[in-house]
């Protein structure tokens, strides 16, 4: 079955405390692996699309990397306004997006 | 990138109405769309698929007769909550797709409703 786990829940970090959120996913065939941020009481706002294992991809303070099981979100001396939860998402190979799958997703708090 | 509008951004029903919600692609055309669903600290729940001119594919366990949803034209496509009950207070959000499959897929989402009913 395929399933989207992340880690940790909640992180709560000082700013320009730099560190990492982690996606961990089973599927069957990867067609494409997504991060979305979420404010509270809106919709999800896409950051990154990955598709094979060695992509990186950058925007501003966030790093999205990817591996065959799983794949890091680095924030790099992360301010208050990237406090938000992180969503991650997977697309099995020949599956449409109605069948994308979310993570419960990571909630990310920045002290100034 | 592409601009998915929802409305209402919230609403409050009384229990045994029914409520409208609407989503439009506003600089697209989306031959499909999505409604989901999302408790509060939980992942999103992919409730139906919404496809132009025809009719929607309901996940699992979800009710079609009590989550209508029409998809009229490439521009818009509307999820109903009829009869609401309290247990149907929730946050929805509907979301978009650009691209075809085999292609650069990618997924944009409106700004969520928030229901409550009473």
């Known amino acids: 079955e395929d399933q989207v786990t992340q880690s940790p829940e909640a992180l709560r970090l000082q700013e320009g405390e730099s560190s990492s959120l982690n996606c961990s996913y089973t599927v069957s065939g990867l067609r494409g692996l997504f991060w979305y941020r979420q404010d509270p009481g809106k919709g999800p706002e896409f950051l990154f699309t990955?598709?094979?294992a060695g992509e990186e991809k950058e925007k501003e303070r966030l790093k999205a990397t990817l591996t065959k099981k799983e794949s890091f979100l680095h924030i790099t001396a992360p301010k208050p306004e990237d406090s938000a939860t992180y969503l991650c998402a997977v697309q099995a190979r020949y599956s449409s997006a109605s069948k994308i799958i979310f993570g419960s997703g990571t909630r990310l708090s920045i002290r100034p | 990138g592409a601009v998915v509008s929802q409305h209402p951004s919230w609403v409050i029903c009384k229990s045994g109405t029914s409520v409208k919600i609407e989503c439009r692609s506003l600089?697209?055309?989306?031959?499909?769309m999505f409604w989901y669903r999302q408790f509060p600290k939980q992942s999103l729940m992919l409730m139906a698929t919404s496809n132009e001119g025809s009719k929607a594919t309901y996940e699992q366990g979800v009710e079609k007769d009590k989550f209508l949803i029409n998809h009229a034209s490439l521009t818009l496509s509307t999820l109903t909550v009829t009869s609401a009950h309290p247990e149907d207070s929730s946050f929805y959000i509907c979301s978009a797709r650009i691209g075809g499959i085999g292609t650069n897929e990618k997924l944009f989402f409106g700004s969520g409703t928030q229901l409550s009913v009473l």
């Open positions: 600089d697209f055309q989306a031959t499909t």
């Open positions: 990955l598709y094979s």
